[in-house]
């Protein structure tokens, strides 16, 4: 049954989070604009003293870059999931769905922090130090080794250091990956945004059956106009699944790639064949970032869809976007949306 989407793109918003950086309104001039993402993921079985652990980390760096390849705005978020497993392979508790740039001070580093910042404050100083950068000028910062889960701090005494003290070395690679995957803008930029949606899925390991916890994270990285179009995006999604046995063991290697970086693995194409349009998920993907090229977000969440048995919206058939798009939309429409609401 066809439907039209009746969220009001402001109630879809108030999902959203403050921006993890700031920059001003940028003149007309040749832009490009990129997405970086770089997932870990580290396991622990449970045994009898204590649950075992997966965890998955995305970080996530969007930027637009200018014509001489200098930052001119970026923003830094990571989704750090916990699952907790017992001994007898069952999951433990819920698993908080919130980027930690979402968490605020619900994440707890300011306590810690020697100069009293939030995580989600120093993502934003280090954003905006990246700014009138080239990349090859920020892979250069120096940095030392405090410990071995802090590798990439910024060395004592320099600018930076005063206000960001977490490891950055990954947030290096994902933005020189944003740079490296950059797309020119289809017209003048005023504001670049982040959103993501991130689900989990989870089940208990039986006598017969393993366990499991998936987490997917759907990202978009857009660049708007002054009228709120978009004029660049790029989209993926990390999904990671981490297996488990019955006495709370982790059985498998998580494959740390997106769904992008999978190509023809991911195996959608034969199935979407059956409905006419034969296409892999990263050629979907692409497809939805053409389609999305001149739109508002507002435009977006008023797409005509469909809904099926499972409660998924995907594009309603005979429309131009059901041509080249046959996946659920449900998890882009909220990451289009945050990214209208966080772009600055």
Request: with cysteine; net charge negative; aromatic share 4%.
């Amino acid at each position: 049954m066809k439907k039209v989407i009746a969220l009001a793109l402001s109630a879809v918003m108030a999902l959203s989070i403050v921006a993890c950086s700031k920059t001003e309104p940028r003149p007309a001039e040749t832009y490009k604009t990129g997405l970086g993402i770089i997932t870990t993921a580290t396991t622990r079985d449970a045994t009898a003293d204590a649950d075992g652990q997966v965890q998955v980390n995305t970080n996530m760096v969007v930027a637009t870059f200018d014509k001489d390849g200098k930052v001119v705005s970026a923003t830094i978020d990571v989704a750090q999931q916990t699952g907790k497993v017992t001994a007898d392979g069952k999951v433990a508790g819920d698993i908080d769905t919130r980027t930690k740039c979402e968490k605020g001070d619900d994440y707890g580093m300011r306590g810690v922090s020697t100069i009293g910042k939030e995580v989600n404050e120093q993502y934003a100083a280090l954003a905006d130090w990246f700014v009138g950068k080239t990349v090859d000028e920020i892979m250069a910062v120096e940095t030392y080794r405090r410990d071995d889960n802090h590798p990439t701090v910024p060395a004592e005494g320099t600018d930076l250091s005063a206000t960001v003290t977490i490891s950055i070395g990954t947030y290096l690679d994902a933005l020189k990956l944003a740079y490296d995957n950059a797309v020119e803008t289809t017209g003048p930029v005023a504001s670049t945004g982040l959103g993501t949606d991130i689900t989990v899925s989870k089940s208990d390991a039986t006598a017969e059956a393993e366990g499991q916890i998936q987490v997917t994270t759907t990202i978009v990285g857009a660049a708007f106009d002054a009228e709120g179009k978009i004029v660049a995006v790029k989209t993926d999604a990390a999904q990671q699944t981490a297996k488990f046995d019955a006495t709370g063991h982790f059985t498998n290697e998580i494959d740390l790639r997106t769904k992008v970086q999978k190509g023809d693995d991911y195996g959608m194409r034969s199935l979407s064949e059956k409905i006419g349009i034969g296409k892999e998920l990263y050629e979907q993907y692409a497809a939805l970032e053409e389609w999305l090229i001149g739109k508002t977000a507002n435009d977006f969440a008023g797409i005509e869809t469909v809904t099926n048995d499972e409660g998924h919206q995907s594009a309603a058939p005979g429309t131009d976007l059901a041509a080249g798009v046959s996946i659920s939309l449900d998890s882009h429409l909220i990451a289009v949306a945050k990214a209208a609401r966080n772009a600055k």
